[in-house]
């Protein structure tokens, strides 16, 4: 095993996640994977990156029959077939270099990594409201129930396809919350964890 590290993020949407995740790689020189891993999946497997989109992090299971259920035992499978696609990615990428990867249950896919730290970011919902109205450009109401679809879709993802709880501190090896320091001090605090756990940073 090489000196590589790889370090995973499970993100509240409005915690400002994707963002520390990628301040940390600058930080750490490595490199940063989120939407970066559908573009890299969608070339390896020859499937549109539009098509990976409409199912990246999202598992609904649904039990019903006729054109409806053969609607949703499609998209299930659709499902299956992006997370092990994903899956191989991440394998591919933990193998060959150090990197920052948000979502898509990495934790879970680089579970028997022994230089990979799992994290996941939360934050107060008054600050995840405002972030998201914010970068959104909708209001405080539309923003609440757009965190409350996303929180769902993601734990409903995480918890089929890993068998762990989604946002649950025993699921990562550190959990924080960026309302305490901030976007800035939290990425500080997360890259001091990181030299002192995986010194020398190669």
């Not at 499902?79 to 270099?97: G, K, L, N, T, Y």
């Not at 996941?120 to 972030?131: C, G, H, L, P, Y």
């Amino acid at each position: 095993m090489n000196n590589n590290f790889i370090i995973t993020i499970g993100r509240e949407l409005g915690s400002g996640g994707r963002i520390i995740g990628a301040q940390l790689a600058k930080k750490l020189n490595s490199a940063f994977y989120d939407k970066e891993l559908i573009l890299r999946a969608s070339k390896e497997s020859g499937l549109s990156s539009s098509f990976m989109e409409q199912v990246d992090e999202h598992f609904s299971p649904i039990q019903t029959g006729g054109l409806l259920g053969d609607f949703f035992q499609q998209f299930y499978f659709s499902s299956e077939s992006c997370f092990q696609i994903q899956s191989d990615v991440i394998r591919e990428i933990a193998e060959h270099e150090s990197a920052v990867i948000v979502g898509r249950g990495a934790d879970y896919v680089l579970r028997e990594h022994p230089r990979c730290l799992n994290i996941f970011v939360t934050a107060n919902m008054s600050d995840r409201i405002q972030r998201v109205a914010e970068s959104h450009t909708i209001s405080e109401d539309e923003a609440r129930i757009l965190i409350e679809k996303a929180d769902k879709k993601r734990a409903s993802f995480y918890n089929y396809f890993t068998s762990k709880e989604w946002g649950r501190a025993k699921s990562y090896d550190l959990c924080v919350n960026s309302s305490v320091f901030g976007l800035e001090k939290t990425t500080d605090y997360i890259f001091q964890l990181v030299k002192d756990r995986f010194s020398p940073i190669p």
